[in-house]
């Protein structure tokens, strides 16, 4: 399955009650309820509904801002939708259903209004008169969103969402690209729902393309100056568009993100961040994208968090970009396939040769991130590993072995990318090593490692290496064994020269009790490894111990030091203290 660019989600409120035969017409309003309940809508016939519950054409309305809430619908103001957990048999088969073609929950999407109202997230920085050039000074925009099996309401909001709030002078036209879907709902339904919206063009590949290539041929029939991308499971803000349309009329080399707020996968609650909890792009040497709060040099440069800031990568989504500097670099790379590595060849190229790339805390776009892909990929290829090669072929210079090393080196067939290679050439880019430097000087080399590659342990007949995966959501556990394979991935590691044992941003972790990965914090403590390349033992800054594996190969141990036991000693691949 592919890494999902996440984040976290808050838990639902659970509600008791019993469920409506099917998903309900939008709501009138109606009075009622002493309000201030769970925070919730709550789809409920009723039963185990409480004093402070109101029940409006079979849909329980329980909204925290008190009674004047309850004038709108379910999910209004960006609130979530929460279904009973006694569902009937067939609520609870539609709800299934729902989880499964979106991986989100569609049956709470066709709860709320196409056109719901959401809070409006601006810092108060943002909003001072003069802040934007006037938008008769700012360039229109073609909003472009690809998609490929969207839910239909999910994606009608998407669209009412831009044309309700965008200036109308600003929004050229809203490019839908359908990426060869086969729900029924994509095909003449869309048609007609979209003839009343002029403003509305449909474009459709004739084959499945993948988000890439749908991409590009959005960008063939938009007409505007701008681009604007989406993914097709949004929702704009008031006041999304300008901010960041007045950051390429002042300069068309930069490349603008808005924030992307979290619309919660299960409840569809829009969770906003304010500009103080802004996030930018970075990525690790597996190439996946990650998040960071915006570093100190970075926030010196501003006096409000409501600022743009430089972001080093982008997540790939939501951005605007000028055509014509789009063009100038080449768009994207045609040879990527369905998803994946695209946000990262954008954002090195854009630095790389001549843009900046920020993150506008002024503009919130909501986006439903989801914790796996709902859609078919490629059968017999690893696309997203094919589409990284390609990017470190082209882009990574000396850099792109550390990529390898975390795949085994095993690149497998990325096809032919010369003609991105002399694009690169004839644009007349900076160095990946200039990129880091400047732009991204955060990020962990592991050229500065005194060792990569695996950990083995030398006892029980030397074949067992210490094994984790090292996401966000593998923290915390512990470390396991597993039979050496030489490919990298879960048993590629790092030995930094401040003694941590590491991938990316997780690290060895020893507390007394067991070894787990934890966020590296850099200061030694717990996260401190010593080496000793003759006795070959990892032994452990504070606690003393040394590292070992059970008999049965399936555990680690911490234990006192003996240099003559075989399950203590260790060999790091590419050890190399100069
Ligand atoms: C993130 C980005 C996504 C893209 C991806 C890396 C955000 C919020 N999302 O993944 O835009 O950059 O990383 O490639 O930054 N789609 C197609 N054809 C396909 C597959 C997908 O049209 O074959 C559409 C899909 O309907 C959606 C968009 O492309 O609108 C992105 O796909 P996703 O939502 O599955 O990707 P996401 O958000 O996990
Ligand atoms: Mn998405």
Redesign the pocket.
Same mark, same amino acid.
Request: proline share 7%; aromatic share 10%.
């Given at each position: 399955a592919?890494p !999902? *660019?996440n984040a976290p989600s808050p838990q639902p409120v659970p509600a008791p009650g019993a469920p409506p035969k099917k998903p309900l017409p939008p709501l009138k309003k109606k009075n009622a309820g002493k309000g201030a309940g769970a925070g919730a809508a709550v789809a409920d016939a009723g039963a185990g509904a409480g004093p402070d519950a109101d029940v409006v054409g079979g849909v329980l309305v329980a909204p925290r801002d008190g009674p004047a809430a309850l004038l709108d619908g379910p999910g209004e103001n960006g609130r979530p939708v929460v279904l009973p957990t006694n569902m009937s048999t067939d609520m609870k088969r539609l709800v299934d259903e729902g989880w499964l073609k979106n991986a989100f929950n569609q049956y709470a999407s066709d709860l709320i209004s196409v056109r719901r109202k959401l809070p409006d997230p601006r810092d108060a920085w943002c909003k001072a008169p003069g802040r934007y050039l006037p938008n008769a000074d700012l360039p229109a925009t073609s909003v472009i *969103?690809? &998609?490929?099996?969207?839910a239909w309401t999910v994606l009608l909001r998407t669209v009412h969402s831009v044309l309700d709030r965008s200036p109308p002078e600003l929004l050229k036209e809203i490019v839908l *690209?359908d990426?060869f879907s086969d729900m029924p709902h994509t095909k003449r339904q869309l048609e007609d729902y979209m003839a009343h919206y002029p403003k509305v063009k449909i474009v459709r590949a004739t084959k !499945?393309? $993948?988000? %890439?290539r749908?991409r590009l041929l959005g960008a063939r029939h938009a007409t505007a100056p701008v681009l604007t /991308?989406l993914?097709? @499971?949004c929702e704009c803000t008031t006041g999304w568009l300008e901010p960041l349309l007045d950051r390429i009329a002042r300069d068309p080399h930069t490349v603008v993100c808005p924030v %992307?707020d979290v619309i919660d996968d299960n409840t569809l609650e829009y969770h906003w961040r304010d500009a103080g909890g802004v996030n930018v792009g970075g990525f690790d040497w597996n190439l996946q &994208?990650n998040w960071h709060s915006v570093p100190e040099r970075e926030r010196q440069r501003h006096n409000n968090t409501a600022e743009p800031v430089w972001s080093p990568t982008?997540? $790939? $989504?939501?951005f605007s970009i000028d055509k014509a500097f789009f063009e100038r670099l080449g768009t994207y790379d045609s040879g990527f396939d %369905?998803?994946? $590595?695209?946000?990262l060849e954008l954002s090195f190229k854009t630095w790389m040769c001549g843009g900046t790339l920020e993150i506008v805390p002024c503009s919130h776009v909501g @986006?439903i &991130? !989801?914790k796996r892909?709902? /859609?078919k990929?490629r059968s017999g290829v690893n696309v997203l590993k094919r589409n990284s090669v390609r990017l470190a072929q082209v882009w990574l210079d000396d850099y792109a072995k550390y990529y390898y090393q975390r795949v085994g080196y095993d690149l497998g067939d990325y096809g032919d990318v010369s003609a991105r290679r002399e694009l690169r050439q004839k644009l007349g880019c900076k160095s990946f090593q200039w990129y880091l430097d400047t732009v991204y000087p955060e990020l962990f080399i592991p050229g500065e490692a005194v060792a990569s590659g695996e950990v083995r342990n030398l006892g029980y007949g030397s074949r067992t290496c210490l094994d984790a995966p090292a996401r966000k959501k593998d923290l915390h556990k512990p470390v396991g064994l597993f039979p050496c394979h030489r490919q990298g991935g879960n048993q590629y590691w790092m030995l930094s020269k401040t003694g941590e044992i590491r991938r990316d941003d997780a690290c060895l972790d020893f507390s007394g009790y067991e070894v787990i990965l934890y966020p590296c914090h850099g200061s030694k403590g717990n996260q401190f490894w010593q080496y000793n390349p003759k006795t070959q033992l990892i032994q452990h800054g504070s606690s003393k111990k040394c590292l070992a594996i059970s008999e049965n190969k399936q555990k680690l141990l911490m234990t006192e030091c003996d240099r003559r036991k075989e399950n203590q000693q260790w060999k790091f691949a590419n050890y190399d203290p100069s």
């Amino acid at each position: 399955a592919a890494p !999902r *660019v996440n984040a976290p989600s808050p838990q639902p409120v659970p509600a008791p009650g019993a469920p409506p035969k099917k998903p309900l017409p939008p709501l009138k309003k109606k009075n009622a309820g002493k309000g201030a309940g769970a925070g919730a809508a709550v789809a409920d016939a009723g039963a185990g509904a409480g004093p402070d519950a109101d029940v409006v054409g079979g849909v329980l309305v329980a909204p925290r801002d008190g009674p004047a809430a309850l004038l709108d619908g379910p999910g209004e103001n960006g609130r979530p939708v929460v279904l009973p957990t006694n569902m009937s048999t067939d609520m609870k088969r539609l709800v299934d259903e729902g989880w499964l073609k979106n991986a989100f929950n569609q049956y709470a999407s066709d709860l709320i209004s196409v056109r719901r109202k959401l809070p409006d997230p601006r810092d108060a920085w943002c909003k001072a008169p003069g802040r934007y050039l006037p938008n008769a000074d700012l360039p229109a925009t073609s909003v472009i *969103v690809c &998609f490929h099996n969207e839910a239909w309401t999910v994606l009608l909001r998407t669209v009412h969402s831009v044309l309700d709030r965008s200036p109308p002078e600003l929004l050229k036209e809203i490019v839908l *690209v359908d990426d060869f879907s086969d729900m029924p709902h994509t095909k003449r339904q869309l048609e007609d729902y979209m003839a009343h919206y002029p403003k509305v063009k449909i474009v459709r590949a004739t084959k !499945r393309e $993948g988000l %890439i290539r749908a991409r590009l041929l959005g960008a063939r029939h938009a007409t505007a100056p701008v681009l604007t /991308y989406l993914d097709s @499971h949004c929702e704009c803000t008031t006041g999304w568009l300008e901010p960041l349309l007045d950051r390429i009329a002042r300069d068309p080399h930069t490349v603008v993100c808005p924030v %992307i707020d979290v619309i919660d996968d299960n409840t569809l609650e829009y969770h906003w961040r304010d500009a103080g909890g802004v996030n930018v792009g970075g990525f690790d040497w597996n190439l996946q &994208f990650n998040w960071h709060s915006v570093p100190e040099r970075e926030r010196q440069r501003h006096n409000n968090t409501a600022e743009p800031v430089w972001s080093p990568t982008m997540a $790939g $989504g939501l951005f605007s970009i000028d055509k014509a500097f789009f063009e100038r670099l080449g768009t994207y790379d045609s040879g990527f396939d %369905i998803w994946g $590595g695209e946000n990262l060849e954008l954002s090195f190229k854009t630095w790389m040769c001549g843009g900046t790339l920020e993150i506008v805390p002024c503009s919130h776009v909501g @986006h439903i &991130f !989801r914790k796996r892909s709902p /859609y078919k990929w490629r059968s017999g290829v690893n696309v997203l590993k094919r589409n990284s090669v390609r990017l470190a072929q082209v882009w990574l210079d000396d850099y792109a072995k550390y990529y390898y090393q975390r795949v085994g080196y095993d690149l497998g067939d990325y096809g032919d990318v010369s003609a991105r290679r002399e694009l690169r050439q004839k644009l007349g880019c900076k160095s990946f090593q200039w990129y880091l430097d400047t732009v991204y000087p955060e990020l962990f080399i592991p050229g500065e490692a005194v060792a990569s590659g695996e950990v083995r342990n030398l006892g029980y007949g030397s074949r067992t290496c210490l094994d984790a995966p090292a996401r966000k959501k593998d923290l915390h556990k512990p470390v396991g064994l597993f039979p050496c394979h030489r490919q990298g991935g879960n048993q590629y590691w790092m030995l930094s020269k401040t003694g941590e044992i590491r991938r990316d941003d997780a690290c060895l972790d020893f507390s007394g009790y067991e070894v787990i990965l934890y966020p590296c914090h850099g200061s030694k403590g717990n996260q401190f490894w010593q080496y000793n390349p003759k006795t070959q033992l990892i032994q452990h800054g504070s606690s003393k111990k040394c590292l070992a594996i059970s008999e049965n190969k399936q555990k680690l141990l911490m234990t006192e030091c003996d240099r003559r036991k075989e399950n203590q000693q260790w060999k790091f691949a590419n050890y190399d203290p100069s």
